[in-house]
């Protein structure tokens, strides 16, 4: 008996410390959409301009933060000052990613590799959908990610996407918020990890 005891507690913690705090409390349902899609930076017609802070391990850049769509699955993303010097510039065309330049400060193999990972997570049109789940203010979305996975949030009112995580298959990894007036452009985004010392902020950039 107290040998049955001491399993069943073993695998009530095992089962407790490896549950996902992205699902918890959420409800899985039946579905039939096949793909899942971010419409934010899906217009080729756009310049996505955005006032951006970058903080990196104690080091802050900040300046403008321009996103275009070029072709289909084809983004190119492009850091630079308030006075037009060049800070990043990436290009993402489907699983292909290109380094165009990189300033010095940020020319770090691992800072490069996550912004590589933020940037295409920020932009990617559409992924296949894995499973459903609905709380009271949500529907979300679970798609694969290589090893990873990734939680689409979309308001059950508003039908706007909220939010993205991207988890292990235990822990939060990558957190992106957005706020939303209209005209499926995000008004401002805020990129958060759990792990390292890597934030984001971007605020759509308006005309004086």
Not at 26 to 47: H, M
């Amino acid at each position: 008996m107290i040998r049955f005891l001491a399993i069943s507690l073993l695998a009530a913690v095992v089962l407790t410390s490896c549950s996902l705090k992205t699902t918890e409390g959420l409800r899985p349902v039946p579905f039939t959409q096949n793909e899942v899609e971010n419409p934010y930076f899906s217009n080729a017609e756009i310049d996505y301009v955005y006032k951006a802070k970058i903080e990196v391990y104690g080091k802050n850049f900040g300046g403008i933060l321009i996103i275009k769509k070029i072709a289909a699955g084809s983004h190119r993303v492009v850091f630079t000052t308030e006075f037009g010097s060049k800070l990043f510039d990436f290009q993402f065309e489907g699983d292909t990613f290109t380094k165009n330049f990189v300033v010095e400060d940020l020319d770090k193999k691992f800072i490069v590799n996550i912004l590589k990972d933020d940037f295409k997570l920020l932009v990617n049109e559409s992924a296949k959908v894995l499973a459903v789940f609905e709380s009271t203010g949500n529907r979300i979305y679970k798609t694969q990610s290589e090893d990873r996975f990734n939680f689409y949030f979309f308001g059950s009112v508003n039908k706007s996407l909220q939010k993205i995580v991207n988890t292990s298959k235990t822990k939060e990894k990558i957190v992106i918020d957005f706020t939303v007036s209209g005209k499926n452009i995000a008004e401002t985004i805020a990129i958060k990890h759990k792990n390292i010392k890597l934030t984001i902020a971007l605020e759509k950039f308006k005309k004086e």
